[in-house]
């Protein structure tokens, strides 16, 4: 059995989409047990609507929610919220593996490192999503913003720990990193980026390749992409206008004339086939690497889908042993160079 | 008459994509006289290819080329190059308005800088490509790479230029200014974007709307986006890759079975019509803004309708006076606070 706390009260479309996601990922995985922490009649309400198997599912009260506009360093202090409860219960319980919700991502990192705790030797978690590549696969990208600000030895523990990432969660035998730079060669980039090609170079543990660029992400020539999480979440938001932009357009297009949208009934499967494979909720979220057990921070904005998506990454990384491959590659890699370049500049 | 210096041996497809590129863009354009420097003899025999009239062209020989992997610094004092012997001219002819080039782009912020030079008061000049947005319409960015490592007077200079180029190239009325950074928010971003946040607030001549995030580009919202060079890079590089993966993706799909097949024979000026406006050439390459005149940056990979493109952008700037523009704005902008901020820190 893997027992997730799902956060029902998180995000746009609770509790409608986490209630509907988690019943639905239940269904697919018949080994998720789902405790949800939220106001326990509305998402009592909301579970009546489905057909579920009731010993898998359970309920806690909890009467306060963080809204999106919540400043996040004072929301850890609302113990009774959802979200906050949540990361409670699965500090204290053993039984709980991971936690799963669509809430402010300011408030999921604060809770993540005050109350859950991060893994012995990580500076700072890191938010992580899989971009689904042209290779057909994904390319996990972190950090997406969890640290606008970071040092070399921050972006050289990103690496490690989206290496076992790629390993624990997308069953990646020997990930590929590449960092993040304005140029492909050597010398490129600011000083942080200098210092980290060099660090990462002689790091163990992990296959780094060198710069990558902007495109490189979607083009999937490497496994796992560094960057410091305010170039990282530029550039996924990037992709992810790109993304919708072309969506839009191409719906502009079909509606042009007569001809395209015949064309368009011929045509269907193979554009929404194109729609699925630049749904960058496929794998649900981001996960947010490097505390003591998976936290998956879903978007704001999620369907029900997406939660179910959520659930199941969050499922899967467990099974992969996520968190104990972290500790043991985390020694292995000798990050000493790193830490005392930090300390030294 | 504009007359347009061509470095005809700038770029992968040199002189071909020059040469073609000029000729095609003289033939829409009667007003422009065409120079070219580079190796007489190749040019000569590309421009035999076409019918052109021989009135408006110029060939000046140069036997030396700069490749794409020569050092950028060293490359300058390589005044008998195409492209340094074309800086030379531009900046000693006065007839001679404008630049194009599809040559290394480190070698042309150099030469720019060194051998032409900034518009007084300019402290760096920016590369500033123009990214198709849903509106229809463009999106300035900048910067694109030219500066790495930025501080707050820098970018609040890249607000003046970016509302400059709107102006003068695009026409646009009264251009929004947003900055990018990783969340909407006032006090979203590093150190950079909160100190350039609260510069730009108080600053005259510009219409500055706030923070913008990646996705914000291509959906138009704003027209010009302010960037350090190293993180729009990454934005753009970013758009660029996602663009060709969904081209690539809508490629597959279409081959992928005869109904699809026959659909994509409704559906080719549709889909024609959003590659189309996919296009990151169509308006040819980047500006390099702060110089003393104006010079386009045209793609490595550039054919002769990116160049043709590029020399009409040219020669657009050029009647709009972008450069008294910028001198009259940088005067009118009350920068003294963003002077003096990077000078107390």
Redesign the interface.
């Known amino acids: 059995m893997i027992k997730i706390i799902v956060d029902a009260m998180g995000g746009d479309n609770a509790p409608y989409s986490s209630v509907a996601g988690a019943v639905a990922a239940s269904q697919k995985d018949k080994e998720l047990y789902i405790i949800f922490t939220g106001r326990k009649a509305e998402v009592e309400a909301e579970l009546q609507k489905h057909s579920y198997d009731k010993a898998r599912f359970e309920i806690i009260d909890c009467p306060d929610v963080i809204e999106m506009n919540d400043n996040p360093a004072s929301s850890v202090r609302r113990r009774q919220s959802s979200l906050m409860h949540a990361f409670e219960l699965l500090k204290t319980d053993e039984e709980i593996q991971a936690l799963v919700t669509a809430g402010s991502t300011g408030a999921v990192i604060v809770g993540g490192q005050l109350i859950l705790g991060r893994i012995k030797g990580v500076r700072r978690p890191a938010l992580c999503p899989a971009v689904p590549?042209?290779r057909g696969g994904y390319t996990l990208l972190l950090d997406c913003?969890a640290n606008?600000?970071c040092r070399p030895a921050m972006l050289c523990q990103f690496a490690v720990l989206g290496t076992v990432y790629a390993k624990a969660g997308f069953g990646m035998e020997n990930p590929k990193v590449g960092l993040?730079n304005?140029?492909t060669e050597d010398h490129?980039?600011?000083?942080l980026?200098q210092e980290t090609y060099k660090i990462l170079s002689g790091m163990k543990g992990i296959d780094f390749v060198g710069n990558v660029?902007?495109?490189?992400?979607?083009?999937g020539d490497v496994d796992v992409v560094v960057?410091d999480?305010?170039?990282g979440?530029?550039?996924?938001?990037?992709?992810?206008?790109?993304?919708?932009?072309?969506l839009?357009?191409?719906k502009k297009?079909?509606k042009?004339?007569l001809?395209?949208k015949?064309?368009?009934?011929?045509?269907?499967?193979?554009?929404n086939?194109?729609r699925e494979?630049?749904d960058f909720d496929k794998t649900g979220g981001a996960l947010l690497l490097g505390l003591k057990k998976p936290v998956i921070k879903s978007h704001g904005s999620s369907k029900p889908e997406t939660i179910a998506n959520s659930i199941a990454n969050a499922a899967n990384v467990c099974r992969g042993g996520l968190v104990p491959a972290v500790e043991k590659l985390l020694a292995e890699a000798d990050l000493a160079a790193a830490e005392n370049f930090d300390e030294h500049n």
Do not use: H, P, W
């Open positions: 590549n042209s913003g606008a600000e993040l304005n140029g490129k980039g600011d000083t980026r660029e902007g495109r490189d992400i979607v083009l960057a999480g305010f170039s979440n530029i550039a996924l938001k990037s992709m992810e206008g790109c993304g919708k932009f072309v839009n357009v191409l297009q079909i042009s004339s001809i395209s015949i064309g368009y009934l011929f045509m269907r499967k193979a554009l086939g194109m494979q630049l």
